[in-house]
């Protein structure tokens, strides 16, 4: 069994900055696409980031040049910088792995909350 512990949500300002982790409970190389997406009361959970077992990451434009998703191979753990947070990127805020050999099949994290508001 694949596990994913998210940390790292609170209540922010807008414009301010959050971090939040993502520690999986096997080696990351294992793993060929982590993500991150959210959910907003009343929403369908929506991609927030992603990045491949190469590397190679996409976001959606509502996101895009605020958030940066990032990977600590070392400490099998990825990351989502989030900066100038607005109200609307409110939500629970899920990790994701996408695993094709091995363990395969899809896993998610049990969430952590992102409030933005004044």
């Known amino acids: 069994q694949v596990q994913l512990v998210e940390s790292g949500g609170g209540l922010v300002q807008p414009g301010g900055s959050l971090r939040l982790s993502c520690a999986t409970s096997?080696?990351?190389?294992?793993?060929?696409?982590m993500g991150w997406y959210r959910q907003a009361p009343g929403k369908e959970r929506e991609l927030v980031a992603r990045?491949?077992?190469?590397?190679?990451?996409n976001y959606p434009d509502s996101v895009k040049g605020r958030f940066t998703i990032s990977r600590d191979n070392a400490k099998n753990t990825v990351y989502l910088q989030m900066n100038s947070l607005k109200p609307e990127d409110t939500a629970v805020y899920y990790c994701?792995?996408?695993?094709?050999?091995?363990?395969?099949?899809?896993?998610w994290g049990q969430g952590t909350q992102v409030t933005v508001s004044s």
């Open positions: 990045i491949t077992i190469g590397g190679s990451t």
């Open positions: 096997l080696s990351i190389f294992s793993i060929n696409v």
């Open positions: 994701n792995a996408i695993i094709l050999l091995g363990f395969k099949g899809e896993y």
